[in-house]
């Protein structure tokens, strides 16, 4: 059965090329002071954020030992990456204990959607693209964006690089090659040039091939924990070949700013599987994935009170699952097509008052649509409009941020029972104070109600979705404060602490639950979570002459516990895969043309998906050392970089996911050229 294409992707592609051609029109008309291409200015007052956010830019991302924004992303406190093992495997992020689907991702200003399952595999963004990463609980503190930015319990902003010309430079370009023990080649590229002093464009590249084929320990357990056996085997079903693409085209209007961006990731990849009951042979699951979107966005201030901005996106996501190999004589052979299309549109304003009062109204639509070859398949197409309204003041040394942010849901189907139409308000607010007898330290706390809509699968994928399903809501709670300062010092040039307190509830959570028939489950909303946790981040830089020293540390506690029915055994315990204690250190230092870099991870004691916190369902601490070493070369007034990468230095064996084992110690080459 052929997918249904429900959808006029020809009326799609009309009103984004009528949106560039307005795009262009109106910087055409607006004159530029400024010579040269500069980074796109953010015109907005000086609002320090209530929130400080959690960062990595630069020459940061590039020294941490991370292939793909996933690895980043584990050096932030508060943060839980699932890793099914490999370079191809499933990467997914969960905030504060509160679940994958109530994290937005967004890239260049504008969310990521997978209306299918909700989830965001952060492992198909590479690095090499990404100035900045950034981390916020709760929201940005920021009144100026689209009204999805104020509908996530936490969000990961990707921040893709901006051309930079130096001098009388038109072009920029950046040849990179990655090569690993793990039998990984991946060479990319980046071009950038100067089109005119108004206009930049950028193209970059990257290929990746990896049979993924690694060592690991394999271990059994008898049911008091003890071991029975274990033994030292290769994984096998871990192979990827992907192709990423990304073009953009920028420009800087008078008071404003604009761009238009294109992306697409192909990839084949094998899907690791549990490694149960010996077994070590690959199970020939395999993910085939056509991922493409085209964005634009438009900034202008057009009174000197009133600044407006449009976005808008389109994209097509095919998705093909198959598990044809090796399956058991009483198992389906499985090989299933899933198309979502996703057109988003948003409008943006914001209004001074005075000086220290803004108020902002932002309103979004979103269409998706998911086609499948699944059997009784329902075909659902969701409508969602969302407005927010928000202001911030500043009175001396205190500042405040309100918002609600209103979510009407309306769904079709093609065939079954669709679910019921939904609307809700949520609000939150923020609030920061800066002590007048320390100036360096801000005191702050926040409130946010949200919600997150069950996903297509969860509501009519065939024999197991409950249209009937509620939406699954958080109410964070949190306090925390920062000190930050600089010093006129021989040694110790600056310090940064950030600490946080908080409590999540989580209701109505979705999980999935056995019927009668303990072959099918149905997906039902009875689960009850209460999250208890604090969030320590410290940095500082010292000099010692020649060497720069840069010392991060981050750690994590979190108490998330499951109060669904009190006559369960598990009452109380642990939520699965949430440790007690985790937290990274890294060091970082400079000397002359040489740079050098440390990483520790550690993840304490945790449970696995049975639920019970008994001693034959704990996964045991994990942690590794990584380290990397950088040399740059000058030739021909071009720059050569060399770094190579010794990751899991002790080669320690340890599954991030139970029964899905992770590779021991590999090394890593890394050769880039800039023009």
Same mark, same amino acid.
């Given at each position: 059965?052929?997918?249904? %294409?429900?959808?006029?992707?020809?009326?799609?592609?009309?009103?984004?090329? +009528?949106?560039?051609?307005?795009?262009?029109?109106?910087?055409? !008309?607006?004159?530029?002071?400024?010579?040269?291409?500069? @980074?796109?200015?953010?015109?907005?007052?000086?609002?320090?954020?209530?929130?400080?956010?959690?960062?990595?830019?630069?020459?940061?991302?590039?020294?941490?030992?991370?292939?793909?924004?996933?690895?980043a992303l584990r050096y932030f406190s508060g943060v839980q990456i699932k890793d099914y093992g490999g370079i191809g495997g499933l990467k997914t992020v969960n905030i504060r204990s509160m679940g994958s689907q109530h994290v937005g991702v967004f890239y260049d200003g504008i969310q990521l959607?997978? =209306?299918? &399952?909700?989830?965001?595999?952060?492992?198909?963004?590479?690095?090499?693209?990404?100035?900045?990463?950034?981390?916020?609980?709760?929201?940005?503190?920021?009144? %100026?964006?689209? =009204?999805?930015? %104020?509908?996530?319990?936490?969000?990961?902003?990707?921040?893709?690089?901006?051309?930079?010309?130096? #001098?009388?430079?038109?072009?920029?370009?950046?040849? !990179?090659?990655? &090569?690993?023990?793990?039998?990984?080649?991946?060479?990319?590229f980046r071009l950038e040039q100067k089109l005119s002093d108004k206009i930049s464009a950028s193209f970059s590249s990257e290929f990746i091939q990896s049979d993924g084929q690694y060592k690991y320990k394999y271990q059994k357990k008898r049911p008091d924990g003890t071991i029975a056996n274990d033994t030292i085997a290769t994984r096998y079903d871990s192979y990827i070949t992907a192709?990423?693409?990304?073009?953009?085209?920028?420009?800087?209007?008078?008071?404003?700013?604009?761009? +238009? !961006? #294109?992306?697409?990731?192909?990839?084949?990849?094998?899907? @690791?599987?549990?490694? +149960?009951?010996?077994?070590?042979?690959?199970?020939?699951?395999?993910?085939?994935? !056509?991922?493409? %979107?085209?964005?634009?966005?438009?900034?202008?201030?057009?009174? @000197?009170?009133?600044?407006?901005?449009?976005?808008?996106k389109f994209a097509y996501d095919y998705t093909r699952y198959m598990d044809t190999v090796n399956v058991a004589e009483t198992a389906l052979k499985t090989d299933n097509t899933y198309i979502q299309r996703e057109l988003y549109l948003s409008s943006s304003n914001i209004y001074s008052i005075t000086p220290n009062w803004d108020v902002s109204a932002n309103v979004d639509f979103q269409y998706n649509n998911l086609d499948s070859d699944l059997k009784l398949f329902s075909f659902p197409t969701r409508y969602t409009s969302l407005v927010a309204f928000a202001t911030t003041y500043q009175w001396n040394r205190f500042k405040f941020l309100g918002s609600v942010l209103g979510t009407f849901i309306r769904e079709n189907v093609e065939r079954n029972s669709k679910s019921p139409d939904k609307s809700e308000w949520t609000p939150s607010v923020f609030l920061s104070y800066q002590p007048l007898a320390f100036k360096n330290l801000t005191v702050r706390a926040f409130y946010k109600r949200i919600f997150r809509m069950p996903t297509f699968n969860d509501l009519y994928y065939t024999m197991i979705g409950n249209v009937f399903l509620k939406p699954e809501f958080t109410n964070q709670y949190d306090i925390g404060f920062t000190y930050q300062k600089t010093y006129d010092h021989q040694v110790l040039k600056s310090i940064y602490f950030k600490a946080d307190g908080y409590y999540n509830k989580v209701e109505n959570k979705i999980i999935a639950v056995p019927t009668t028939n303990l072959f099918r489950w149905m997906m039902t909303n009875l689960g009850d979570v209460q999250i208890i946790g604090s969030d320590v981040n410290i940095q500082a830089e010292l000099d010692l002459g020649k060497v720069i020293l840069k010392p991060l540390l981050s750690y994590t506690y979190q108490s998330a516990r499951d109060f669904t029915e009190k006559g369960e055994s598990y009452y109380g315990d642990q939520i699965p895969y949430v440790p007690w204690h985790s937290g990274t250190f890294t060091l970082m230092a400079d000397y002359k043309e040489w740079s050098f870099n440390y990483s520790f991870?550690?993840?304490?004691?945790?449970?696995? =998906?049975?639920?019970?916190?008994?001693?034959? &369902?704990?996964?045991? @601490?994990?942690?590794?050392?990584?380290?990397s070493i950088q040399k740059k070369f000058n030739w021909y007034s071009h720059q050569f970089k060399v770094?190579?990468? +010794?990751?899991n230095t002790l080669n320690q064996h340890y599954d991030v996911v139970r029964n899905y084992p992770m590779p021991g110690r590999n090394f890593k080459l890394i050769v880039s050229y800039t023009l």
């Open positions: 059965m052929e997918p249904k %294409f429900t959808f006029t992707t020809k009326k799609i592609i009309i009103t984004i090329l +009528v949106l560039i051609n307005q795009l262009y029109f109106s910087q055409s !008309r607006d004159s530029i002071k400024e010579k040269g291409i500069l @980074p796109v200015t953010i015109y907005k007052k000086d609002f320090k954020e209530i929130l400080p956010a959690q960062t990595l830019s630069g020459e940061q991302l590039e020294r941490l030992n991370s292939q793909s924004v996933a690895d959607g997978n =209306a299918q &399952n909700g989830v965001i595999d952060l492992g198909k963004f590479s690095l090499d693209d990404i100035g900045e990463i950034s981390l916020y609980n709760g929201q940005k503190s920021d009144i %100026f964006q689209p =009204a999805k930015d %104020f509908g996530s319990s936490g969000s990961i902003y990707l921040q893709p690089k901006t051309p930079y010309f130096s #001098g009388n430079k038109k072009t920029n370009l950046v040849l !990179r090659i990655k &090569n690993s023990s793990i039998d990984l080649f991946n060479p990319s192709k990423r693409f990304e073009t953009s085209l920028q420009g800087n209007l008078n008071n404003g700013d604009w761009n +238009v !961006r #294109g992306y697409g990731y192909i990839s084949d990849r094998g899907i @690791p599987s549990a490694i +149960v009951n010996n077994g070590f042979d690959p199970k020939g699951q395999k993910l085939l994935d !056509r991922n493409y %979107f085209v964005q634009a966005h438009l900034r202008k201030k057009i009174f @000197p009170k009133f600044e407006t901005q449009l976005k808008a991870m550690y993840t304490g004691k945790r449970y696995d =998906a049975q639920q019970n916190n008994i001693e034959y &369902n704990l996964i045991r @601490p994990w942690y590794t050392h990584d380290l770094s190579f990468e +010794v990751n």
